[in-house]
Each structure stands twice: as C-alpha cells, then as structure tokens.
C-alpha cells in the first residue's frame, strides 16, 4: 500500500467561498470544508468571527464582506487560538482583538509551536505566509461571558465560553435575536473533527448540551455547510458528539484491554469511516485526534503541545 501524504499536505485544490447572508447584518462564509468565519453589523461597527491563516488569505474575505458593508471593524473575536483561524488578524484593523482568558494563555504557551504544525499540516490555507506580522495577541479577554451591545434595535451579541471542547478554550458568538450560533470548531457540519487540542469527554457531554441548549435556528460550524433549522443544527451537534463518542467507545475497549495506540487508531478508523470517510481532513485528523484520546485516557489532563517533529512522529506511527 502506498503511503498517504502527510496530513493535508496533499491538498492543493483551492476551495470556492460563499458569502451567505443569514439575517439582516449578519453574514457568514462558507468554503466547502475549509474554515469557516462570519461578520455581525452593529449601528456604526462590525463584529468579524475568526480571521483565517494569513493577512492575505483574511483580505479575500473582506473585499467579500465590503460589497456588503463598509463599517469599520471594532471586534475581531478569535473562537480559539488555532494558527489558521487567528494569524490573519492583522487584516481586519481591528480596534480590539477579544478571546477567552484561556484562549490568550494558550497562545502564550504553544502559539508558535502550533502555527509551524498547521503550517506543516495543512499550507495550502497559508497564502503568503510572509504576510503574517507574529502571533495574534488577544487585547481584551473574559473568562466566561461578554456581552456586546450592537445598537439600533440589533440586540446584543453575547460571547460565551460553554466548557472545555475542541481546546481548553474555546468560545461561540451568539446572537438571541436571530437565533444565530457561530459555533467555531465546537460543531462541525458534515466535515470531520480536528481533536487533537480536546478535551473528548468535557466536550461530548456538558460542553455540547450547552450548545444545544442555546437552541439556535442557524448554527455555522468551524467548517462544512451552515445548518438552517432545528432540525439541522440538532444534526450537526449529533453528528459532533457521534464522532466523539465513537472515538471515546472505541479507543476506550482497545485502551482496557491493553493494546496499542495503533490497534486503537485501526479500530476507530474503521468504527468512523463508513459515516465520516469522506468529509473534510477525517484522514487529515484522525492520527491527532486518537493520540490525544489515548492519552487522556492514559491520565494526561492537558493536551501535549503539537510540533512539526510530533506531529510527524504521530503520523508514520499511525498512517505510515
Ligand atoms: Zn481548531
């Protein structure tokens, strides 16, 4: 059997982006599986969600979003630290960068270690990489909930962080009035889970109640399609904690019994492929994703820091 390429470095096909428009000034882009990330208007400001990999790759969704609107951009809300949703950052002009409290330590501690991984990873989603000015430095953080007015007669759009999930930090921007949920990598819609940075057991179980509970009518996940409707969005979460579970079932028995990281990544893959094969980065992910399971279950409470050597070292073990 030929050996598969690294991760994603194989994928160079550029990926076509849609601007959809979900309420009145309230806009999300959608990139058939790459990340996804969304603008919220207020009276004189924007709000923008996630900023992409590179200040380049952030400027393609901008022009996109100025045939829309031309206010100014006065929050770029980062949902978590990973390097491709936040070294864009600098595009925006944004007046204040907000992230979890967490969010913003765990780029102090693995910031860098993690942009060379996801460089190595996935480049395709680095356009230009030279135009990336450093880490992106969150300069407001809270530690649960931040409230932002948007004015007129827009509501508010509330900032939460809904427990441990795909990273120690991750937040969902959410908008009462519409029943709108940027969700980050907390749901993915019809793509696979990136876990690696998890916390498998917070995540499928309060963390994703928590979600739910909000009871949103349109969720845009981290990647993948927008889901519109109950229906859909209930989906996309159960299709989120699906993934989980199986991985925590699956790995868990092979774990117990005392067998090896590689007969656990043998049996999720083949437990997982049937259903989620064929969605986004699922080869992409899942030598990651079973590493941080196993060792969570190995009594490892945060995540070991990803760098290129690991990551390769994960990946001729498990994928080789
Ligand atoms: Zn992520």
Redesign the pocket.
């Known amino acids: 059997m030929a050996t598969k390429p690294f991760a994603s470095s194989a994928d160079l096909g550029v990926k076509e982006q849609t601007l959809e428009v979900l309420a009145d000034g309230v806009y999300a882009l959608t990139a058939e599986g790459d990340p996804n990330l969304g603008a919220i208007e207020g009276e004189d400001f924007l709000v923008c969600f996630e900023a992409l990999a590179t200040p380049v790759a952030a400027r393609r969704w901008l022009a996109k979003l100025r045939e829309h609107t031309d206010k100014p951009v006065r929050y770029l809300v980062l949902s978590?630290y990973?390097a491709?949703?936040v070294l864009g950052a600098s595009a925006f002009d944004a007046e204040v960068i907000v992230s979890s409290e967490q969010t913003k330590g765990l780029i102090a501690e693995r910031g860098q270690q993690d942009w060379e991984s996801e460089y190595g990873r996935m480049p395709r989603l680095f356009e230009e990489p030279e135009s990336i000015p450093g880490l992106t430095w969150p300069t407001m953080t809270f530690r649960d909930k931040l409230t932002i007015e948007l004015g007129g007669d827009r509501g508010e759009l509330v900032l939460e962080f809904l427990g441990r999930g795909?990273?120690e930090g991750d937040i969902v921007a959410w908008i009462p009035k519409h029943e709108i949920l940027f969700a980050?990598?907390l749901v993915e819609s019809q793509a696979a889970l990136?876990t690696g940075?998890a916390f498998h057991f917070d995540w499928a179980a309060g963390t994703l109640d928590r979600v739910k509970a909000l009871g949103a009518r349109q969720l845009v996940g981290?990647r993948g399609a927008i889901a519109r409707g109950r229906d859909q969005v209930d989906a996309a979460i159960e299709q989120t904690r699906d993934f989980l579970l199986t991985m925590q079932r699956t790995v868990g028995d092979v774990h117990r019994a005392g067998g090896t990281l590689k007969q656990a990544f043998e049996a999720t893959h083949t437990a997982l492929a049937p259903k989620y094969g064929k969605w986004p980065i699922f080869e992409h992910c899942l030598p990651f994703d079973v590493q941080r399971i196993w060792d969570e279950m190995d009594g490892i409470e945060r995540p070991v820091i990803w760098t290129a050597e690991r990551d390769r070292q994960v990946w001729d073990e498990l994928q080789g």
């Open positions: 978590h990973h491709v949703r795909h990273t980050g990598d990136y940075d981290g």
